[in-house]
Structure formats: structure tokens, C-alpha cells
């Protein structure tokens, strides 16, 4: 009996390791590989194609911006989803192409099209038609002061973001990671968000 209870004992033992290393790897080691990742610039299976932010930046969203639905925005609106971005000015026909494109983008995602958001910010006001056409498209475009400053964190290589027809990619943490110039080819933005959400854990 007492040798009974001693093997139950060591079983229980035994399980808690295995519990405890399991913890280790699904939490503790992704965490180390993205840290040597950014440390040493390494990216899984060959370069990015579009252009990377380095360091990656932290979007801060101005106080009292809100969405097409009128909810509030707030930091936690950047997190747990990728984000796919479109900043305009006036969302005019060059903006309404590009919106197009983020559409058949976010389309090719298949099985993690769940997993990302596609994002307008622009100052135009009257966005019925826009809705009409994309109706899961988020649009952030009041109040204007706000949407102005919320575009200045998009600035890349000192570019107007509301006049430079980029498309931008905020990963889940809430982090501007990379950005595509106009003419960057639409299969290649795909074929960079693909590869990051097959690498990452969160999001």
C-alpha cells in the first residue's frame, strides 16, 4: 500500500514536469525566438518583400477617435488582430482602387482571414458609398483633428501618409512592422502576410 501511494506520488511528479516543460515551450520559447528575430534581423524564409519598419512602431491613437459605428477608439483596437491599412486624405477614385485591392488582398487569406482587419483612415466624411461597397471595411475618419494626428504615426521616409498611397501592416501587438510603397505588387504584400501569420502565435 505504502509502495502504491510512493508510485502515485512520483506519477504526480512525473506529470507536473511535463506539465511545467510544455508551459516553457508554448510560452516562454516564442517569446525568446522573436526576440532573437528582432535582435538580429532575421526573417523566416527569406527577406520581406515590402519595406520594413525597423524598429517596429507603436501605434498611439489619439484620444477621442471613433469609427464608422461611433465606438470609441482605443489602443486595445490595434491588438489581437492584424491590421491592414489604407490612409487617404479624401478617399477619391486612387483610394477607392486601393480599397479594391485590400479587399481581393484580404480575400486570399483563406483560413486567416479571421485573423486580419482591413483599416481606412482618411479625412472624408461622407462614406456611405464606401460602406455600401465594403461593408466589413473599418473606417476611422472622425473627428478630423484626430484622424490627421493618427495619420502622422503612419510617416514613412517623411512622406505625406495622406497623400502617399501606401499600404501599411500593423501586427497584433499594435506595432507598425511594414509598409508598401503604390506600385508594390499586391501578390507580394500577400505573400509577406501569409508568411507572417503562419510564424506567429498571437494575432
Same mark, same amino acid.
Given at each position: 500500500?505504502?509502495?502504491?501511494?510512493?508510485?502515485?506520488?512520483?506519477?504526480?511528479?512525473?506529470?507536473?514536469?511535463?506539465?511545467?516543460?510544455?508551459?516553457?515551450?508554448?510560452?516562454?520559447?516564442?517569446?525568446?525566438?522573436?526576440?532573437?528575430?528582432?535582435?538580429?534581423?532575421?526573417?523566416?524564409?527569406?527577406?520581406?518583400?515590402?519595406?520594413?519598419?525597423?524598429?517596429?512602431?507603436?501605434?498611439?491613437?489619439?484620444?477621442?477617435?471613433?469609427?464608422?459605428?461611433?465606438?470609441?477608439?482605443?489602443?486595445?483596437?490595434?491588438?489581437?488582430?492584424?491590421?491592414?491599412?489604407?490612409?487617404?486624405?479624401?478617399?477619391?477614385?486612387?483610394? /477607392?482602387?486601393?480599397?479594391?485591392?485590400?479587399?481581393?488582398?484580404? $480575400?486570399?487569406?483563406? %483560413? *486567416? @482571414?479571421? &485573423?486580419?482587419? #482591413?483599416?481606412?483612415?482618411?479625412?472624408?466624411?461622407?462614406?456611405?458609398?464606401?460602406?455600401?461597397?465594403?461593408?466589413?471595411?473599418?473606417?476611422?475618419?472622425?473627428?478630423?483633428?484626430?484622424?490627421?494626428?493618427?495619420?502622422?504615426?503612419?510617416?514613412?521616409?517623411?512622406?505625406?501618409?495622406?497623400?502617399?498611397?501606401?499600404?501599411?501592416?500593423?501586427?497584433?501587438?499594435?506595432? /507598425?512592422?511594414?509598409?508598401?510603397?503604390?506600385?508594390?505588387?499586391? $501578390?507580394?504584400?500577400? %505573400? *509577406? @502576410?501569409? &508568411?507572417?501569420? #503562419?510564424?506567429?502565435?498571437?494575432?
Amino acid at each position: 500500500m505504502q509502495n502504491e501511494k510512493k508510485l502515485t506520488e512520483l506519477e504526480l511528479q512525473s506529470k507536473g514536469r511535463k506539465v511545467f516543460m510544455l508551459m516553457v515551450v508554448f510560452f516562454v520559447v516564442p517569446v525568446l525566438v522573436v526576440i532573437l528575430m528582432y535582435q538580429f534581423n532575421w526573417k523566416p524564409n527569406g527577406r520581406s518583400l515590402g519595406e520594413l519598419v525597423n524598429p517596429p512602431r507603436l501605434i498611439n491613437s489619439p484620444n477621442q477617435l471613433s469609427d464608422d459605428k461611433g465606438s470609441e477608439l482605443t489602443e486595445q483596437f490595434w491588438i489581437n488582430k492584424w491590421s491592414i491599412v489604407y490612409v487617404a486624405d479624401q478617399c477619391e477614385q486612387t483610394c /477607392l482602387d486601393k480599397l479594391h485591392d485590400l479587399r481581393q488582398l484580404h $480575400a486570399s487569406l483563406y %483560413k *486567416d @482571414i479571421q &485573423r486580419a482587419q #482591413r483599416v481606412l483612415i482618411t479625412n472624408t466624411q461622407d462614406i456611405s458609398k464606401i460602406k455600401n461597397d465594403y461593408p466589413d471595411l473599418i473606417v476611422i475618419n472622425k473627428p478630423i483633428a484626430s484622424v490627421s494626428n493618427l495619420a502622422q504615426e503612419f510617416q514613412i521616409n517623411a512622406e505625406n501618409p495622406l497623400v502617399s498611397n501606401r499600404i501599411y501592416l500593423v501586427d497584433s501587438l499594435g506595432y /507598425l512592422m511594414m509598409s508598401y510603397p503604390a506600385s508594390f505588387p499586391l $501578390a507580394d504584400i500577400r %505573400k *509577406d @502576410i501569409t &508568411r507572417l501569420l #503562419r510564424y506567429s502565435w498571437a494575432g
